[in-house]
């Protein structure tokens, strides 16, 4: 069946570090990508997503590559901040009649000053 | 309203005790689903609604899980005969519809745990 995979936690960075958050998936056909966010005591938010190969998602400064060759996904932020410390799950979307969503374990970004 | 909305937030129960989670999805969106997410995994799809109906239960874990929908919009996901490994976030989601350009909004989760 689909599935994400995503690199485990805790990822720990400095203020205006770089992040990457891997990514990759498992599917047939030609799923819909996403990554959401769940910042502490919120529900999860839609971060950014991408339908087809090569399409690019960004929001917030977020960026997210849809690979088909590689069947990656990888975030990717320039320079973080303290605000964007919460858990990023990444995600596929099976075509089946309705959004299926997959989601891969979650990776939890903490960002110190 | 201005989001979805579930409870309780958080639930202890004792093993063999049924509960039930409610879910208040935003107003106008025709599409609801179940997600569960057990420590240290994924989330895992349990069920949608279109509209009251549910045209697909083959992601309920078991026949102790049972949800229903009524008036296009309260959903109550029942556990029945609670078992430990039932502990989890249950999460609710809603969209305007079904299809892939509708954004999936989720609530905040109600914490169960099956003591």
């Known amino acids: 069946g689909n599935s994400v995979t995503q690199m485990e936690g805790p990822v720990t960075l400095s203020e205006e570090a770089f992040l990457t958050i891997n990514c990759t998936y498992t599917?047939?056909?030609?799923?819909?990508l996403f990554w959401y966010v769940q910042y502490p005591g919120e529900g999860l938010q839609l971060l950014l997503k991408?339908?087809?190969?090569?399409d690019k998602g960004s929001n917030k400064g977020f960026e997210a590559t849809y690979r088909k060759e590689t069947t990656s996904f990888h975030l990717e932020k320039g320079s973080v901040q303290v605000s964007d410390s919460a858990v990023y799950f990444c995600a596929l979307s099976e075509r089946d009649g309705f959004q299926k969503l997959v989601f891969g374990t979650g990776t939890r970004l903490l960002v110190s000053p | 309203g201005a989001g979805v909305s579930q409870s309780p937030s958080n639930k202890v129960t004792e093993k063999g005790k049924d509960v039930e989670l409610r879910c208040d999805p935003i107003s106008g969106h025709t599409a609801l689903y179940w997600y569960r997410q057990r420590l240290g995994q994924g989330l895992e799809f349990l069920i949608y609604?279109?509209?009251?109906?549910?045209?697909?239960k083959s992601g309920l874990p078991s026949d102790r899980f049972s949800a229903e929908r009524t008036g296009e919009s309260v959903s109550t996901l029942t556990i029945q005969r609670t078992q430990q490994e039932d502990s989890a976030v249950y999460l609710c989601?809603?969209?305007?519809?079904?299809?892939?350009?509708?954004?999936?909004?989720f609530g905040e989760g109600s914490w169960l745990t099956v003591v």
């Open positions: 609604f279109q509209g009251n109906s549910a045209p697909d």
């Open positions: 991408a339908t087809k190969a090569d």
């Open positions: 989601a809603s969209s305007p519809g079904l299809g892939d350009g509708n954004t999936i909004y």
């Open positions: 599917a047939t056909g030609y799923p819909s």
